[in-house]
């Protein structure tokens, strides 16, 4: 396989550098009040009950920003059960990401920055009928909030109208990064990073919302038809930004839940980072020479050196492989587990050591051949398609290596 210019955590600090991925939503839309007395606060169609303590100075959140908060959180009968001043630091989420209760996201929203409020939470908008041990089930939750910063979602990078390249479909698209890698054909999945933006600015997506790197297929009819065409001349370690017209996006309907609205242009930074072969090949051919041995009899050679950083222990790793026995029996491979590139973490249990003591070495963009001896593989145990005391050879494509938690800002 061609080695790739930009792999996938340079393709990421591209698009970081476009637009700083802090905040990313899932859609949904903004509260708003219905007229009831003030000396109550106002009640919202979804049956928050919000008062004002103090009004806030700053800007008002809106879908996609990044918030901190600090709050006290009790129960009807004054029983406190959270408190973010114990902790000397403020709550930070970001609207519309259900990453809080949906009372304390759309209580947010019609609070200022510098503000302070009350919100009376029904349970339906708090935990429902889940017992959480501290919070009895089906309980009406009260907050004291305050809204320390509002830090608004980044829009796409600014590009100048004659510097895109506009298709017969109507399609603009303009490269930020040029890729040296292959270009996907129609029917091929390909793994991908991006961000997408509202004609107004409203932020919709980012890898936030799948951990990272995601795959789709070229042409498939889940997949935005401006996105498969921008993405089909591409090439692989390629970032491009894509405008795309209603037609070739969410068309006149736009999304159930109002997310997108309808005959809405679409701004998407998507970075290309590598396209799924149609079939695993069969394993490279080593001289027993060239490989390195570990001290625990672990094998390994180089079919590709990444320029990226190693991987630490207890990171996720996003990765191609495939798996063999001695005998160039196929046992395992991504491409026929459904996840052709899967997510991986290490530690976890999931793969044999060897495995994961060979790609804790690799660098990312890196491609490997490892040699795991049983006591590194699956041991005595016999599995369907592994006999019992099997040396294993797995090629490994590493991708990206991330913290679990990263993309949850």
Not at 137 to 165: C, H, K, M, Q, R
Not at 170 to 193: F, H, N, R, T
Not at 258 to 266: K, Q, R
Not at 335 to 348: E, F, R, T, V
Request: hydrophobic content about 35%.
């Amino acid at each position: 396989m061609k080695r790739k210019l930009l792999i996938a955590s340079e393709i990421i600090v591209i698009l970081l550098l476009a637009a700083t991925f802090i905040a990313c939503c899932n859609g949904g839309s903004d509260e708003s009040p219905s007229s009831t007395p003030t000396e109550e606060g106002i009640l919202t169609e979804s049956g928050l009950r919000y008062i004002e303590i103090e009004e806030g100075f700053g800007p008002q959140p809106r879908v996609g920003d990044f918030v901190m908060i600090h709050y006290v959180g009790t129960l009807e009968d004054g029983t406190e059960f959270d408190n973010t001043r114990d902790r000397d630091f403020p709550q930070p989420f970001t609207v519309d990401k259900l990453q809080t209760i949906t009372g304390l996201d759309l209580g947010v929203r019609l609070m200022k920055e510098g503000g302070k409020a009350r919100l009376v939470v029904p349970p339906e908008l708090g935990y429902g009928s889940v017992d959480t041990g501290r919070i009895p089930a089906n309980s009406t939750l009260i907050f004291e909030v305050e809204l320390v910063s509002v830090i608004p979602a980044p829009p796409p990078g600014e590009v100048a109208e004659e510097d895109y390249e506009i298709t017969e479909t109507g399609l603009k698209y303009y490269d930020m990064a040029v890729g040296d890698g292959d270009s996907p054909e129609a029917g091929q999945m390909v793994l991908i990073v991006f961000s997408m933006w509202l004609a107004d600015g409203t932020q919709i997506r980012t890898p936030a919302d799948t951990n990272g790197p995601t795959t789709m297929v070229i042409g498939s009819p889940d997949a935005l038809a401006g996105l498969s065409e921008g993405l089909a001349s591409m090439h692989e370690g390629g970032v491009r930004q894509l405008v795309i017209p209603p037609d070739l996006g969410h068309g006149e309907e736009g999304t159930e839940g109002g997310t997108v609205p309808p005959n809405e242009t679409l701004t998407v930074e998507v970075g290309l980072i590598a396209v799924v072969p149609w079939e695993p090949d069969p394993p490279t051919e080593v001289d027993e020479a060239d490989y390195t041995t570990t001290d625990s009899g672990l094998k390994y050679y180089d079919l590709a050196v990444g320029s990226g950083n190693p991987p630490e222990p207890e990171q996720a790793v996003v990765v191609q492989f495939t798996g063999w026995l001695t005998d160039g029996t196929q046992f395992t491979s991504s491409l026929d587990l459904g996840q052709p590139i899967s997510a991986h973490k290490l530690g976890s249990g999931n793969k044999p050591e060897g495995f994961d003591e060979g790609v804790l070495t690799m660098q990312v963009g890196g491609k490997r051949q490892l040699v795991i001896p049983p006591e590194l593989g699956f041991g005595e145990e016999e599995l369907e398609n592994v006999p019992a005391n099997s040396t294993l050879i797995y090629e490994v494509e590493l991708f990206y290596a991330f913290d679990p938690s990263f993309w949850y800002l």
